[in-house]
């Protein structure tokens, strides 16, 4: 059974950083492509960051463009995200999916096959 468990998330101050952690089993991510999603309280789910599993292609939402960064290592089977210059309004609970085979015109969307349950990131002003 695929499992993707999040970690790392937690109390930071606006302006601090912290490193979310994804890792999976029974898949490996090496032929997959992974992602992060963010769900703030009251708000529908949003698309944060994703790679490709063929050339490491990233993408960003706008609103983490410069500031989070996602990478994979494989022979961990394990999936970061790197948040930088933290904003109150980052806030949310972050989880990590997983695809075989979705496109990068369907990364923002909800089409990804495997979910986490997520880990809770709070930004205090």
């Known amino acids: 059974q695929v499992q993707l468990v999040e970690s790392g998330g937690g109390l930071v101050q606006a302006g601090g950083s912290l490193r979310l952690s994804c890792a999976a089993s029974?898949?490996?991510?090496?032929?997959?492509?992974m992602g992060w999603f963010r769900q703030a309280p009251g708000k529908e789910r949003e698309f944060v960051a994703a790679?490709?599993?063929?050339?490491?292609?990233?993408a960003y939402a706008d609103s983490v463009k410069g500031r989070f960064t996602i990478s994979r290592d494989n022979a961990k089977n394990m999936v970061y995200l790197q948040m930088n210059s933290l904003k109150p309004e980052d806030t949310a609970v972050y989880s990590c999916?997983?695809?075989?085979?979705?496109?990068?015109?369907?990364?923002?969307?909800?089409?990804?096959?495997?979910w986490g349950r997520g880990t809770q990131v709070t930004v205090s002003s």
């Open positions: 029974a898949l490996s991510i090496s032929y997959y492509a």
């Open positions: 790679m490709r599993w063929t050339d490491s292609t990233t």
């Open positions: 999916a997983a695809d075989r085979y979705i496109g990068t015109y369907d990364f923002t969307s909800a089409a990804w096959t495997h």
